[in-house]
């Protein structure tokens, strides 16, 4: 009995003794920090962590990454008609700006969540044990492109554009992870980095020399194409025009067939940078095609939404063209004409999968086109030839020719991107860039501040948030915009 | 040791040799004081000695006793135990009385140990678990309800399974969790509480002071909930069979609402009043009222049928008097059903010195009144025990439970959830399809009436148009499946005379297996073809301790001491996935969808180490101190923070033992106690300390991380200080009264820390706030009569707390209707305030201040406050009210007449307030949202009613806008259970071998009386209501026999 009496006690002493890590445990649907970056997987990991929160459900249906950014720009401008308020109408109606709107709030969020991420990606890439000089320039140039792309979308709403604004208020530069706030950097400052930004990924793009995983990863083209379109802004035309050459070298135009494959499917059309969508990661109702396409059964489909092409807009389309002629279909909403734009369509295809466009040669045209006719001289002949190009592509028989020059070789070049990149986000930063202010006609619903509002007035732009003023040392009620 | 016992019981042997030898022997019967029937297998002893015998079937005794033996000891479980002087007699009958429950020894079980309740220091209230098991609910926790102080039980929806929510003492946490830790059988429980039924429950004891807590350390903040099952009784076999049938019906009736008539008024005075604020003229706004009413402001439904060419309602206003009914749905008869509720256990216990056991099979059957909602459940309980040497004890108990649960959705703003549904439509709306010209119900082809979706013969009805709720709740399922097996085991060795070990260990394992399906022919997932979720969810906790006691008594001083190490460990697993594209309807398994929509699994972990100890000291039964300690150290933090320290000293003196009190003979006890103490709550997450990315992120088949959480090394659990003083009387053998007051001081509570969102994160988690509760206990019991044929027992409980926020992160945050600052609690409301109805037109008004900037301090100055009837700019207050009752109580009577048992549980809550969005919904400025009206919009204003209080019944979206207006008395009494019983006279029973049998009917949740008809203040702890699933009211028989 004495030994069963030492067996029990040894038995309840041998289960009183933990190992040490006992207490240590991890979690399995997330990584800490330090087992991240020891590979270069992990960095790739976040990059693509950074491209799906960008196209992400964000908890409201008018909150899905960038491309619900891109349909409040075109919102906020003339070519899109809304025929019944619902999600969006704020945006729609000029009137989503105040410090704790939403709008505002997310747009900051959501780009600065990035940049915190890709911060910590060009800290610690570095890190990696496993992997090559050429793969990690290739990472660094990534994030580089991404961080320069969230700085560039930022400083467009924060702040009036670039030109005659360099010395004002800009938003906090962050280029290491850090949980201090910085003060607004001034407009020049932010440019600065978006540029160095870039021109330093476009050289580590060129040194790594590696093929592109997918077209949801930047690259070389990518990186010239944002550098484009910074250039444009900047009103810095030599550069404009080259960056947007190169970006599009390796990208012929698309026909009139898949200029007409509904924008929904990556594999259907010649696309430089896109968001695939796959049925797991569909965000259904919440995502651009639910609001925008009157082919499925989205918000515009269904009715409680329908979005529209502008009358004014269609008056100034050709006949032949046909993003005119076989692409719209005419009706009546609120007493007013308007088109229905099969552009976007994505019934039949992916439905509410629909990719994600993010930039196509066709941008990347119409920029080098405005770039060299803005040059003149010499250039405009180039100008001239590269919209015929695009025109060639875009009219059936018998295709108009280009003949305008000087300012109105301008305008006809500007009227072509609103026709040719309708519904792709482009239509507010045209406005904030070219100072032209707005001036809707044929609408239904009236823009709160009125349906015209000259250029540069403070409703265009957000204001900082509320809780970055309350939570920032630096950033005081006084350095609140307008 | 062995030969130690062969020595005992040769000494015996001896003994009983030597008494032999002079002997008298005595004879008897021994009978029940309640029946009058002789009582098999009662002990009778000579005392003192261990000589004695058990009486047989007939109740008879004989025994030998020595000449010199005085007194024999007549004793039985349940009864008391007598000592009889022999005095020379030879026939010695007896008459047991039946132990009073009131004074029966209270046991407290605490952790680690059971304690008589007069010498535990610590706050700690006994359930009783006679009227618990009368409480037709499937979830104990929802029949903790007024029969414990301390305790706020608010009952949640009424689905059949669903969990109470409970605080004790107070709200001792903002954002980590409130709830109480529960230990079932000596170790904390991590399965499903719904998965013991009430019947096997011996005792529960609420656990609310740190005295009695803070061995549980970490996990013990919020105090502790202490449930042991039943065991088996020595020589006692005792079959029990126990069978509930009732029927369940809404226990919260609907507000009241306008018909019909009523509404399409209604509906023409709220046109008209919009009319005229148009600038229409009076006779124009009459005829476009009239003219308008039922194809722009009703869909064009219009269930009155009258003459061509005449208005359904005139330009007065009125319906039409030649009107014809055409149809008059009842869309919440439809809807609902009186659900039938079956609850059925059988019971075997018994056992030797050497074994116990407690055997028990239950089945529970229960619908709801939501036409599928239903409950099922099948539970097992084995407990056993067994003494293999007289030093060693082993024992296990299982218990294993599966349930089935169908829950449609009840509550929130789906279509689907009934209540909203049936409370918000018009009346005015069909449920089924009928011809709108002569109300007929328009059948399929089968001949079967089809429901009308809101869109028939061209209309489009207001109120959710396309959907009918009955057409989806047949053809959706929320079922969710439960099984759990818990198991205790326990060893336990005696050594060294005064040293106890023990060796315990616990599993407890839960798995539950969802489906949520939406169907392919009607409602949301229509445009899917049919939507599945599947999820499943599995937790394992495996627990063990080792506890060495010692207890030792010398002098008049006893001590009482434990040492102990216990370790924990919890693994939950969850995987769900996602599937839409059904082929055909009635499928609901994921293999039948073409299409993947989503998937996704993950495991969290949790291990606690710990350290434990103890000590107890009484001096003569008089003064008492209790020490405790317990040290834990948590996979929630980080290594160097992860070791927490709790302690409690308790002191507690019976004054009624003092010699100067001692002549005071109707004082039976007097106890003065104290307790100071803390303990923790760790709920603040798993990997509470490390910087994450989470993989949720994959870019198409590219995985994909994003930076979740930021490092939080120092993080910490919340802390809790608690003080406890008490005073416990029992006086004239009938009357106990215990008072308790306490301040409980919770401090490092998890806030988020804010962050620039610049830098891409909004904050982090920081243990920064401080929260305090104080508040005062009351128990009372009372046996106010005890005759022979009729008792009447009383018990009271009275709870009240104050709840104020000490420390914080920020001055102020606003959390929905309340807002957080220092010095008010945590459900203070803050909104704007209604300054009633501007008697001239009669919109509503509100309070705005007017204020300036002062541009030396830079403040905000108010100058006064005025009226408005701008909602916009009025300004909001804090209302000087909270969601926090001032008492809250329960009063159990017990009447026992002859063989008739009666016993009634109130409960009642005074002061508080609830925010009644349900009424401020139906009272709404909508023209075109197809919503019914509360009555009270019959009295709104008019030129003729210039004092209501209503505002005008026009178009006015702000019109119920949130204000203190809904502000509404939470104020209740309920009549939370009624119990009339009959037990079957022993005689007739004999017959049948059966020793006793009791039928009874019950009835829980009987009446509610509030402030309004239809509020239910206690749906919720922070006053916030919604129109959610009615708490049931069940009627059932039951009859429980025991043989």
């Given amino acids: 009995m004495k030994i069963k009496f030492l067996t029990y006690l040894l038995l309840a002493g041998l289960m009183v003794s933990c190992s040490d890590d006992f207490l240590e445990t991890s979690p399995s649907a997330s990584i800490s920090d330090d087992k991240v970056y020891t590979n270069i997987e992990g960095a790739k990991a976040v990059i693509d962590g950074v491209t799906r929160d960008w196209r992400d459900y964000h908890g409201y249906h008018d909150q899905f990454g960038v491309k619900a950014i891109d349909l409040v720009s075109d919102l906020m401008g003339e070519d899109i008609v809304v025929g019944r308020l619902h999600w969006f109408r704020y945006d729609y109606t000029i009137d989503n700006r105040e410090a704790t709107y939403r709008r505002p709030n997310y747009v900051w969020s959501l780009f600065y969540r990035g940049i915190r991420n890709l911060n910590e990606v060009i800290a610690h890439y570095d890190e990696a044990t496993n992997a090559t000089e050429e793969q990690k320039k290739h990472i660094k140039a990534q994030a580089l492109t991404l961080r320069a792309y969230a700085y560039f979308r930022l400083i467009q709403h924060f702040q009036q554009t670039y030109v005659g604004h360099q010395n004002d208020a800009g938003i906090p530069v962050y280029t290491e992870p850090t949980n201090d706030g910085k003060p607004r950097a001034t407009v020049q400052q932010v440019y600065d980095l978006i540029t160095s930004d870039l021109d330093e990924a476009i050289t580590l793009f060129t040194e790594a020399n590696i093929d592109r995983r997918d077209i949801s990863e930047v690259d070389l083209s990518v990186a010239h194409g944002i550098r484009a379109r910074v250039a444009l802004v900047m009103n810095d035309w030599n550069n404009a025009a080259s960056h947007a050459n190169d970006a599009r070298q390796a990208y012929s135009l698309n026909s009139i067939d898949q200029y007409k494959a509904g924008f929904d499917n990556k594999d259907e059309m010649v696309w430089m940078w896109g968001l695939p969508v796959n049925e797991e990661q569909s965000t259904i109702y919440a995502s651009f095609f639910s609001h925008l396409d009157m082919t499925i059964g989205g918000y515009a489909g269904l009715g409680y939404s329908p979005k529209y092409l502008c009358h004014t807009l269609f008056t100034q389309m050709q006949t032949g063209d046909i993003r005119r002629d076989e692409l719209l279909n005419p009706t009546v909403s609120g007493g007013v004409p308007v088109y229905i734009n099969y552009k976007f369509a994505a019934a039949g295809d992916k439905e509410f999968n629909a990719d994600y466009v993010m930039m196509r040669p066709e941008e990347m045209l119409l920029i080098a086109a405005e770039a060299y006719a803005r040059l003149g001289g010499a250039n405009e002949p180039t100008a001239q030839g590269l919209l015929q190009e695009l025109w060639n592509a875009r009219f059936r028989a018998p295709v108009p020719t280009v003949t305008e020059t000087g300012q109105a070789l301008i305008d006809r070049i500007l009227l072509e991107r609103r026709i040719e990149l309708w519904g792709e986000g482009f239509a507010f930063y045209d406005i904030m860039r070219l100072k032209k202010g707005l001036n809707r006609t044929n609408h239904i619903f009236p823009a709160i501040p009125g349906n015209v509002i000259p250029a540069e007035d403070p409703v265009f732009i957000y204001k900082i948030p509320q809780t970055e003023i309350d939570n920032n040392p630096l950033i005081a009620e006084s350095d609140q915009n307008p | ?1043």
């Avoid at chain 2, 005062?776 to 106010?784: G, K, P, R, S, V």
């Avoid at chain 2, 220092?822 to 300054?835: C, E, L, T």
């Fill in chain 2, 1 to 1043: 040791m062995k030969k130690l016992s062969v020595f005992l019981a040769g000494l015996l042997l001896v003994g009983i040799t030597l008494v032999q030898a002079q002997t008298v022997r005595i004879t008897g019967t021994v009978t029940s004081s309640e029946d009058g029937m002789p009582m098999p297998g009662v002990s009778v002893f000579v005392k003192g000695t261990t000589i004695g015998i058990t009486t047989n079937a007939d109740g008879k005794y004989e025994l030998n006793v020595p000449t010199t033996a005085q007194t024999l000891t007549f004793s039985f479980v349940g009864f008391t135990t007598q000592d009889v002087a022999i005095a020379g007699r030879s026939v010695i009958d007896v008459v047991m009385n039946p132990e009073s429950k009131q004074i029966e020894e209270v046991v407290v079980v605490a952790p680690y140990g059971t304690f008589k309740k007069e010498s535990f220091t610590g706050s700690a209230s006994a359930v009783k678990t006679e009227k618990l098991q009368e409480i037709q609910v499937s979830n104990v926790t929802k029949a903790l309800e007024g029969l414990s102080s301390g305790v706020q039980v608010t009952s949640g929806l009424g689905q059949p399974g669903t969990t109470a929510t409970i605080r004790i003492r107070g709200i001792g946490s903002i954002n980590a969790s409130a709830a109480p830790l529960y230990v079932v059988d000596g170790f904390p429980f991590s399965g499903d509480i719904n998965s013991i039924p009430a019947q096997d429950i011996e005792n529960i004891s609420v656990l609310k002071d740190a005295s009695a807590t803070s061995l549980y350390g970490s996990r013990a903040a919020n105090g502790i909930i202490m449930i042991t099952t039943k065991k088996g009784k020595k020589d006692r076999t005792l079959f029990t069979a126990v069978a509930n049938v009732g029927i369940s019906t809404r226990g919260i009736p609907e507000y009241d609402k306008l018909n019909s008539k009523e509404y399409m008024e209604v509906l023409w005075q709220k046109i008209y009043n919009y009319n005229l604020s148009q600038s229409m003229d009076d006779a124009t706004a009459r005829t476009n009222a009239s003219t308008n009413l039922v194809d722009t402001y009703m869909g064009g439904y219009n269930p009155f049928k009258v003459p061509t060419g005449e208005f359904v309602v005139g330009t007065d206003g009125k319906l039409n008097p030649n009107h014809e009914v055409l149809w008059s749905d009842d869309w919440y008869d439809e809807l609902h059903q009186t659900g039938v509720r079956q609850d059925y256990l059988v019971s075997v216990s018994g056992g030797t010195d050497k074994s116990k056991y407690y055997l028990s099979g239950n089945y529970l059957n229960e619908d709801g009144v939501v036409q599928s909602s239903n409950y099922k459940r099948y539970s097992i309980r084995l407990n056993n025990e067994h003494q293999l040497k007289d030093w060693f004890k082993l024992g296990l108990n299982l218990g294993a439970s599966n349930s089935e649960q169908n829950y449609p959705v009840s509550s929130g703003s789906a279509y689907v959830n009934t209540f909203m549904w049936s409370r918000m439509i018009a009346p005015i709306y069909p449920v089924y399809l009928r011809d709108p010209n002569t109300g007929e119900l328009v059948l399929d082809p089968q001949g079967k009436k089809q429901y009308d979706y809101g869109n028939s013969f061209g209309r489009a009805r207001l109120y959710s148009s396309n959907s009918n709720p009955l057409g989806t709740i047949a053809l959706d399922k929320r079922v969710y499946k439960d099984d759990n097996v818990s198991a205790r085991g326990f060893s336990e060795i005696i050594f060294l005379k005064d040293f106890k070990l023990q060796v315990n260990g616990s599993v407890d394992y839960n798995g539950y297996l969802g489906l949520t399906h939406q169907n392919m022919e009607v409602g949301d997932a229509q445009s899917f073809n049919g939507r599945s979720t599947r999820d499943y969810g599995r937790s394992f906790s495996l627990s063990a301790n080792q506890l060495l006691y010692y207890n030792k008594s010398f002098n008049e001083h006893n001590i009482d001491a434990l040492i102990g190490h216990e370790s924990y460990q919890y693994i939950y697993n969850y995987l769900t996935a996602t599937r839409t594209g059904f082929p055909l309807p009635k499928l609901y398994e994921l293999d039948a969808a073409a299409t993947n929509e989503s998937s996704g699994s993950y495991e969290s972990n949790l291990r606690l180490e710990s350290y434990l100890a103890r000590v107890n000291y009484d001096y003569q039964g008089k003064y008492y101190l209790s020490l405790s300690y317990r040290t834990d150290g948590s996979s929630r933090f980080h290594r160097d923070t992860r070791w927490g320290k709790f302690w409690s000293v308790g002191g507690s003196w019976r004054i009624s033992e003092e010699d100067f009190l001692k002549g005071f003979t109707w004082l039976n006890n007097a106890r003065l106690k104290a307790s100071y103490g803390t303990t923790g709550n760790d709920q603040v997450g798993y990997y509470a300390y490390q910087a994450l990315y989470s993989t949720g992120y994959p870019n198409l088949g590219y995985a994909g991380f994003l930076l979740s959480r930021l490092g939080t090394p120092n993080l910490t659990w919340e802390k809790n200080i608690q003080i406890n003083t008490g005073i416990e009387l029992r006086v004239f053998d009938k009357i106990g009264f215990n008072f308790e007051y306490y301040i409980r001081k919770s401090d490092d509570l998890l806030f988020t820390q804010p962050l620039p969102p610049s830098t891409g994160f909004s904050g982090y988690d920081a243990n920064i706030g401080a929260v305090e509760n104080r508040g005062y206990d009351i128990e009372l019991n009372a046996n106010i009569i005890n005759a022979r044929d009729f008792s009447w027992f009383l018990d009271v409980n009275l709870s009240h707390y104050k709840n104020e926020i000490t420390k914080l992160p920020q001055k102020e945050m606003i959390n929905g209707n309340k807002k957080w600052m220092v010095g008010h609690s945590i459900y203070d409301y803050y909104m704007r305030k209604f300054a009633g109805v501007d008697p001239t037109d009669g919109k509503s008004l509100w309070y705005m201040d007017v204020t300036h900037i002062d541009p030396v301090t830079n403040e905000v100055v108010v100058d006064s406050v005025v009226t408005t009837d701008n909602y916009g700019t009025a300004t909001r207050y804090y209302t000087g009210t909270s969601s926090i009752p001032d008492l809250v109580g329960g009063v159990t009577n017990t009447f026992k007449y002859k063989n008739f048992d009666l016993s009634f549980l109130i409960t009642f809550g005074i002061g508080g307030q609830v925010y009644d969005s349900p009424y401020a919904s139906l009272m709404h400025g909508n023209l075109t949202n197809g919503t019914n009206f509360h009555r009270d919009i019959l009295n709104a204003w008019t030129p003729d009613n210039s004092t209501s209080n209503i505002p005008i019944n026009d178009y006015d979206q702000n019109v119920n806008a949130t204000s203190d207006r809904f502000l509404t008395d939470a104020d209740y009494i309920s009549f939370k259970n009624l119990t009339f019983g009959y037990t079957l006279p022993t005689k007739f029973l004999n017959n049948y071998g059966i020793t006793n049998a009791r039928i009874f009917v019950t009835g829980t949740n009987l009446y509610l009386k509030s402030k309004r008809k239809g509020l239910d203040p206690q749906q919720s702890i922070s006053g916030d209501l919604d129109n959610v699933y009615s708490p049931l009211r069940t009627i059932a028989f039951g009859i429980n026999i025991n043989f």
